[in-house]
Nanobody
Framework: VQLQAFGGGLVQAGGSLRLSCTVS????????FGWFRQAPGKEREGVSY???????YYADSMKGRFTISRDTALNMVYLQMNSLKPEDTAVYYC?????????????????????WGQGTLVTVSS
């Protein structure tokens, strides 16, 4: 099982980036995914989650600005980030939870994600 995140970079405040996460070793549509981020000196935090059933969750500060999605044919997960702010600067990670859940349950938190990709750095300048 491997995940690889890419798409980070330097962007001005108000700009947009799309992060991508390639998934290999299992079939993406059946599992849950999360995007996390870690700023210097801070703990890793959940940004957005996507359940196997397609339900989504966003942290409060990301609502209306970020969108998580997946392409089942390509086995990829995305995070579209709009209206970026300097405080969004962090290393962003994608992660997978390969447990099967019923209904629209969305696992949240780093402890619920076993598989992690390497991070991709997002820097938002003011």
């Amino acid at each position: 099982v491997q995940l690889q995140a890419f798409g980070g970079g330097l962007v001005q405040a108000g700009g947009s980036l799309r992060l991508s996460c390639t998934v290999s070793g299992f079939t993406a549509p059946y599992y849950s995914f999360g995007w996390f981020r870690q700023a210097p000196g801070k703990e890793r935090e959940g940004v957005s989650y996507l359940s196997s059933g397609g339900s989504t969750y966003y942290a409060d500060s990301m609502k209306g600005r970020f969108t998580i999605s997946r392409d089942t044919a390509l086995n990829m997960v995305y995070l579209q980030m709009n209206s970026l702010k300097p405080e969004d600067t962090a290393v962003y990670y994608c992660a997978a939870n390969t447990r099967l859940y019923s209904g629209g349950y969305i696992p949240r938190g780093t402890s619920n994600y076993r598989y992690w990709g390497q991070g991709t750095l997002v820097t938002v300048s003011s």
